[in-house]
């Protein structure tokens, strides 16, 4: 929904402005959108490490994108199905019955450890360590926009003082100065539009989705532990509903919470 955000964003900003007879493209001014968004850039660009900026780029992406491989509900739902077979089959059944461990790497490194240690707490500690590598990697990201959004209206600031002062040098054409003096502003205005619209919801954005990623790895911990000791069903649900939202989750089939408690 970024993109469509911003697009809204900017249309009702235009739309007022023709609403309230202005004139959009009297805002269209490149000096001051190179000064702004180059500028922006640049300060943000001083505060990162080079090996930082390929993150950026991928966080960017992503918050536009936002393509998710698998969701928690459908997780749960396969892993309930999966854990019946484990039971009978052994753990190696989740590698060919859970669609999950195909296509996420964190949930295939999740059922080769379950498959290949009896410590639980050694696949905990090993999970956990990943989550937290996956949150540092994701604060650059969100810290990167999070300072672009801090420095857009600055540097807007510093081109309207730019512009006042290129405007009171030359005093000697009155009639040109309320052109000059709007047109100054303009970068003040490209600081404040961007900062708001562009970079301070793509930061949120970012934080929305890891906050996503981590409840859906604590679920895949969760659910994998919960399988290697054996539980199914109702037990099995109750220690995974807690990580849905409760739109996620599906109500147990009539007669199988009995049937399966029975076993």
């Given amino acids: 929904m970024t993109p469509v955000g911003i697009v809204v964003a900017l249309g009702s900003i235009f739309m007022a402005m023709i609403m309230d007879h202005g004139k959009p493209m009297t805002i269209v001014s490149i000096p001051s959108m190179i000064l702004v968004l180059g500028g922006t850039l640049g300060v943000s660009m001083a505060g990162v490490n080079k090996h930082d900026l390929r993150p950026v780029r991928g966080a960017f992406r992503t918050a536009i994108k936002n393509k998710v491989s698998w969701h928690a509900g459908d997780f749960n739902e396969h892993l309930m199905k999966v854990a019946k077979e484990a039971r009978t089959m ?31 707490e050694r696949v905990r ?17 969100i810290k990167f926009f999070q300072d672009m959004g801090g420095f857009a209206p600055t540097i807007g600031i510093l ?68 399988v ?36």
């Fill in 90 to 120: 052994g753990l190696l059944a989740l590698e060919n019955g859970l669609p999950e461990a195909k296509i996420d790497p964190f949930v295939r490194n999740g059922v080769e450890l379950i498959t290949t240690t009896s410590d639980p």
């Fill in 125 to 141: 500690n090993v999970l956990d360590a990943e989550i937290v590598g996956m949150r540092a990697r994701h604060r650059v990201g």
């Fill in 159 to 226: 081109g309207t003082v730019i512009g006042l002062v290129r405007v009171l040098g030359d005093l000697s054409a009155p009639a040109t100065l309320g052109p000059a003096i709007a047109s100054a502003f303009t970068a003040t205005l490209w600081g404040v539009m961007t900062a708001n619209i562009f970079w301070i919801p793509i930061s949120n954005k970012l934080k929305r989705l890891s906050d996503d990623e981590v409840r859906r790895k604590e679920l895949v911990i969760e659910g994998l532990l919960a």
């Fill in 228 to 263: 290697q000791e054996g539980l199914t069903g109702p037990q099995l649900r109750d220690r995974l509903d807690p990580f849905l939202a409760p739109r996620e989750r599906s109500e147990p089939a009539r007669g199988t919470t009995a049937e399966e408690s029975a076993a």
